[in-house]
């Protein structure tokens, strides 16, 4: 069963190329365009894990306030984001412009919680 993705994104580049990275190494993505379509696609898609780039707080309480799943932020290189987007809700925040090797990793590593689900074998293993 393929992991599923919901990546929340303002930027239509960055939606894609991060739809694109995640569908090439065996993952279903689903993409949002701002925090409503998040949260629409959060109940709808049923998401294992959402990557969320939006600087809203409000959008990543609510989805923690709606779910459990695995949240990973992408962050504006500023002093104090990533505690902030913790202390927020966030499981883990990555720096932005994102480098697609290291959030693959974190998406992987909040994968392996979850014994039950096998995870896609990455293209580079």
Sequence with gaps: MEKR????ARDPDTRECLARNFV???FQATIASDGIGGLFQLGLAKPDLV???LNSRETLRRMRAL????IIVL??????????SLNQGA?????KPPSLPELEAKVRALFRRDPL???P?????
């Design 5 to 8: 993705i919901l990546i929340v």
């Design 24 to 26: 090439d190494r065996g």
């Design 51 to 53: 990557v969320l780039d």
């Design 67 to 70: 779910s459990n799943v695995p």
């Design 75 to 84: 962050i504006d290189d500023e002093p104090g984001a990533g505690v902030e």
């Design 91 to 95: 499981d883990y925040f990555v720096v």
């Design 117 to 119: 689900v096998a995870i």
């Design 121 to 125: 074998a990455s293209p580079l293993d």
